[in-house]
Nanobody
Framework: QVHVAESGGGLVQAGGSLRLSCAAS????????MGWYRQAPGKQRELVAA???????NYADSVKGRFTISRDNAKNTVSLQMNSLKPEDTAVYYC?????????????WGQGTQVTVSS
């Protein structure tokens, strides 16, 4: 079993910054891909950023140059530094992990953390 815990959401004014963190614990052999998704009201969940175990990153066009994803493989954590936030970044942000355990490979989601950007 794998437990995923997120932290760091909140309310910030446009132009401000927030940092999201996600920590995984449990029966983990390795975490292949760590990512952040977001879902705004009335919209589909979308990929924000992802990072492989080797450090290769992928960003949504809407956040390139403003958001930075990073991971600590030793601690099984992933962070998302969000700068120059815009009102359209308002959403619930979810951590997503592709985890290899003794039971095989599975996808895990965090509970979500609210990010609200005021204009």
């Amino acid at each position: 079993q794998v437990h995923v815990a997120e932290s760091g959401g909140g309310l910030v004014q446009a132009g401000g910054s927030l940092r999201l963190s996600c920590a995984a614990s449990g029966s983990i052999v390795s975490i292949n891909i760590m990512g952040w998704y977001r879902q705004a009201p009335g919209k589909q969940r979308e990929l924000v950023a992802a990072i492989t175990s080797g450090g290769t990153t992928n960003y949504a066009d809407s956040v390139k140059g403003r958001f930075t994803i990073s991971r600590d493989n030793a601690k099984n954590t992933v962070s998302l530094q969000m700068n120059s936030l815009k009102p359209e970044d308002t959403a619930v942000y979810y951590c997503n992990l592709l985890v290899s355990s003794v039971y095989g490979k599975s996808n895990y989601w965090g509970q979500g953390t609210q990010v609200t950007v005021s204009s």
